[in-house]
């Protein structure tokens, strides 16, 4: 079975532009989320989408930060204008029901 | 404010030696706990789970085990493999209707040394 599918798997760009990270969940699952991890904070969740439907984005930093669900099979992260501050590792994740998620391999971001 | 902390950055085991890795928690409304188990360029994977109505769940070389009154969960690897060296994290979450959130710890990572 495939998982989580994420791309790109890293990025590095400069400051001021737009940054798009993708993500496939496993199909039949019905819930996805995005998380950013660094050092300082850990692994934080930034939003949850269930049956494509944005429930809860309380953990999204700034207005910059975007997030789409336009079917149940593909989501999207996008960054407008990106900083230095949000280089980090991105990982999206998804689940069915009340199972365990599961995780994609992560986009390593870098801003420069 | 941590609600769950992993308070070894680190831990070094001998190959067959049992590798104890521990967590706190300070919200009481937890009432399922994971563990995930990370190497590095990959995402974190799930690896055994307890509710708040157990003590210990095993499963294989994998034993959870959670104290409630001390807010305190532990994972046991016995014995150790050089492939188990990874981060592993501590997770913890409200159950019921609607319930998503996990909030994690910071990891721990072990390093099996053959």
């Known amino acids: 079975d495939a998982g989580v599918i994420q791309s790109p798997r890293h990025e590095v760009t400069e400051m001021g532009q737009e940054v798009t990270l993708r993500c496939k969940p496993i199909s039949g699952h019905n819930s996805l989320f995005w998380y950013r991890q660094t050092m300082m904070r850990g692994l934080e969740l930034l939003i949850y989408f269930n049956n494509n439907v944005p429930i809860d984005d309380s953990g999204m930093p700034e207005d910059r930060f975007s997030a789409k669900m336009p079917n149940a099979s593909f989501s999207t992260l996008k960054i407008q204008p990106s900083e230095p501050r949000d280089s980090a590792v991105y990982f999206c994740?998804?689940?069915?029901?009340?199972?365990?998620?599961?995780f994609g391999d992560g986009t390593r971001l870098s801003i420069l | 404010d941590q609600q769950v902390k992993q308070n070894s950055p680190s831990l070094s085991v001998q190959e067959g030696r049992i590798s104890i890795l521990n967590c706190d928690y300070t919200n009481s409304m937890f009432d399922y706990f994971l563990w995930y188990k990370k190497y590095p360029a990959e995402g974190p994977t799930f690896l055994i789970s307890?509710?708040?109505?157990?003590d210990k769940n095993e499963d294989g070389r994998f034993t959870v085990f959670l104290n409630k009154s001390a807010k305190h969960l532990s994972l046991h690897i016995v014995p150790s493999q050089p492939g188990d060296s990874a981060v592993y994290f501590c997770a913890a979450t409200v159950t019921g209707a609607g319930s998503y959130q996990l909030t994690f710890g910071k990891g721990t990572k072990l390093s099996v040394i053959p």
């Open positions: 307890i509710s708040s109505i157990k």
């Open positions: 994740a998804s689940r069915q029901g009340a199972q365990p998620q599961h």
